[in-house]
């Protein structure tokens, strides 16, 4: 088996945990958080959504956490959605964004409400703007797996929606089982076709819990060569538009499982703990 000596672990409860919470958490509650987080010492948080607020009301708040993430000097990425988002996102200094397009065409229509040729096409527009900008761009896929409304993902529709990313010059592709239907053989054999075909791409895995398989699925995506994993203090969040789907993996049970294998991540796992107690008082 294939133990690397370190692991990059990217926080995205602020955003992609929160974003599915209906009770509003305040922006000083959230930027609490994101304060415990940064003493974990984790290298990068997503922290804000420039999501319209009707769509996700729980990220109407992006500018005042984008605001907080650039004074405390950390190393944050915010979810520009769209041109309009982008512009926003540029507006308030932020350096690292983030994109995303569902490899599930029904997925896609429903959660962007567009067709993923169309998202595709702004995409292109987005990744020009942002490289004016000398942005770091993240491309999200969503439903790289399996989809609750069309089953099956093939890897083709999943290297459809990553060779255009690669193409317009992304710096980092996220592959998310966004439901949570990931088995270990399908996304070691997947990571390793997506590695073969794009050696020049850095993939990063994004895994939910919903079978309890998030963490063999880390393990097989280690042994396909993936050095960075997406995970969620206390495993918030899921997709408010993925019927059926729990949290992403929990941020604690992933370096707990990195760290007792001697792979470092450099996150404080005592620091982490405050950080997962000061969660569960979120929605009080
Ligand atoms: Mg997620």
Do not use: W
């Not at 890897?155 to 270990?184: C, L, R």
Request: charged content about 20%; hydrophobic content about 40%; overall charge negative.
């Amino acid at each position: 088996m294939h133990f690397p000596k370190q692991i990059e672990i990217i926080e995205v409860g602020p955003r992609d945990g929160l974003q599915n919470e209906p009770i509003f958490v305040s922006t000083e509650k959230k930027q609490t958080l994101v304060k415990l987080l940064a003493k974990t010492r984790v290298k990068r948080i997503e922290t804000a959504s420039f999501i319209h607020p009707n769509a996700v009301p729980q990220m109407a708040d992006a500018k005042e956490m984008v605001r907080f993430s650039v004074e405390q000097g950390l190393s944050f990425l915010a979810l520009t959605p769209n041109k309009k988002a982008l512009e926003l996102a540029i507006q308030n200094h932020v350096s690292q964004i983030a994109v995303f397009v569902g490899a599930s065409e029904t997925f896609n229509q429903k959660n962007i409400r567009r067709t993923i040729d169309e998202s595709l096409a702004e995409c292109t527009e987005m990744f020009m703007r942002a490289k004016e900008e000398q942005l770091f761009i993240r491309g999200y896929v969503s439903m790289c797996f399996s989809c609750p409304y069309e089953g099956v993902i093939s890897y083709d529709q999943v290297k459809k929606v990553v060779s255009h990313f690669v193409q317009h010059g992304v710096d980092e592709i996220s592959i998310g089982d966004t439901n949570g239907q990931a088995n270990p053989k399908i996304v070691y054999e997947r990571f390793l076709k997506l590695r073969e075909d794009f050696p020049q791409i850095i993939f990063v895995g994004h895994f939910h819990d919903t079978n309890g398989l998030a963490l063999p699925n880390i393990l097989a995506a280690i042994q396909a060569g993936v050095e960075r994993f997406d995970a969620s203090i206390s495993g918030l969040g899921g997709c408010p538009f993925s019927p059926g789907a729990t949290g992403n993996v929990a941020t604690e049970k992933v370096v707990s499982m990195l760290h007792q294998m001697g792979i470092e991540t450099g996150i404080d796992e005592r620091n982490l703990a405050e950080a997962s107690a000061f969660v569960k008082t979120l929605f009080k």
